[in-house]
């Protein structure tokens, strides 16, 4: 039997099965100075190296970028002691995880992620063709037993973001180890270690020993948080030979811009960098946790440079969100994360902290008036 013809093109159904995805919001109307704390980009913005890679940049824009990021991935290889030949560049690390996600899921298979997971894997786990399952967390921390006692023959697919967005949570490297060594060698582990370089564990390394330990693990990063090139679209991943091939296959040739390459290089030779931003992250964000526990709002432990302040309640947390934002601070709401009473709220510079804290107080000496 034939269905009557459409009058219209027809998307893929599971396209439609998703909601667009919502970034952290930029702009207030009637504000000038915004205060953007809604998207963990890094407080000090771009490296001076990068912003004046950037610049001379220009000249050569007629050009074609190298497909393949070789210079760029022998920088990353020198920066974090990896081989270049293992390290797939892409638009994004987000690209890098729909690129995993198209290689190895799809129709029939299942991807497993936890409760508060990025929500980049359900997007692209769904468009894919294949099934998302979230399991649940222990204080919202991925919880590595209902992980393993989820899988099944369908299951392909393993996400964790490692510290996790929107949480800040991280699991202890030995329940990683005691995850990749509970899944079949079949099923990918794809640790997302987009927080890695504020990490400041002596036995955490985003997953590159796992990466080089077996067939089965890959870990990606991205250049979008501590090196503040959100704008450039610049991620990469670390991963067996095997599943490097597969990537260099289905990625598009071009899919990382001569801009962004020259960037990231530069980026890699800031001198001091990670340990400038590290030191203020970790200071500052103590002293913002400490000040919001003080104020009456809990605080979960983040090992990233963003904290999930919990409010209790969805409307206070709105009611939160609607005042700082009176006084020009934007945060992340996270009602499309099953977080609706709490805030998602990045550490930005000392002043921006500051502001951040004097907010808040007032919120709460109001609310608890009220
Ligand atoms: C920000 C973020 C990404 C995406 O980074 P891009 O490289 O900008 O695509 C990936 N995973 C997590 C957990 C993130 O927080």
């Not at 099965?17 to 702009?27: F, M």
């Not at 998207?39 to 000249?59: D, H, K, L, V």
Request: proline share 7%; glycine share 10%; hydrophobic share 45%.
């Amino acid at each position: 039997m034939n269905a009557p013809p459409s009058k219209s093109p027809r998307p893929r159904p599971e396209i439609m099965a998703i909601a667009p995805y919502v970034g952290g919001e930029s702009k207030l109307p009637g504000v000038s100075r915004v205060i953007k704390l809604s998207s963990n980009e890094g407080a000090f913005g771009p490296p001076p190296a990068a912003q004046a890679a950037i610049a001379q940049g220009a000249e050569a824009m007629h050009r074609y970028p190298d497909g393949g990021a070789l210079a760029l991935r022998q920088a990353i290889g020198a920066r974090f002691g990896l081989d270049p030949a293992r390290i797939v560049c892409g638009n994004g690390s987000d690209e890098i995880i729909s690129l995993l996600i198209q290689g190895y899921g799809g129709p029939g298979t299942e991807l497993l992620m936890s409760a508060h997971g990025f929500s980049i894997y359900e997007i692209a786990g769904t468009l894919a063709g294949g099934t998302v399952r979230k399991l649940p967390e222990r204080d919202l921390v991925a919880d590595v037993d209902a992980i393993l006692g989820a899988v099944t023959p369908a299951t392909r697919l393993v996400f964790l973001a490692n510290p996790n967005n929107p949480t800040g949570t991280l699991v202890p490297n030995t329940d990683i180890i005691r995850l990749r060594a509970g899944l079949p060698p079949d099923v990918l582990l794809v640790l997302d270690a987009a927080y890695a370089e504020y990490v400041d564990l002596p036995d955490y390394d985003g997953g590159a020993s796992l990466v080089e330990a077996g067939e089965n693990t890959v870990m990606t990063r991205t250049f979008s948080k501590m090196w503040g090139l959100g704008g450039a679209r610049l991620g990469w991943m670390y991963g067996p030979a095997a599943i490097v091939d597969v990537m260099n296959r289905l990625r598009p040739p071009f899919n990382i811009n001569s801009t962004a390459v020259a960037a990231g290089i530069a980026a890699l030779s800031e001198p001091g960098w990670i340990e400038h931003c590290r030191a203020h992250n970790l200071a500052a964000r103590t002293r913002v946790s400490q000040a919001l526990e003080a104020a009456g709002i809990r605080v979960w432990p983040s090992q990233a440079n963003f904290i999930l302040a919990d409010f209790g309640t969805d409307t206070v947390a709105k009611a939160a969100d609607a005042s700082l934002r009176g006084d020009g601070i934007i945060t992340r709401a996270l009602a499309s994360y099953a977080l609706p009473h709490c805030l998602r709220i990045t550490i930005g510079t000392d002043e921006e902290c500051a502001l951040l804290i004097a907010s808040l107080q007032a919120f709460m000496k109001t609310a608890s008036r009220a």
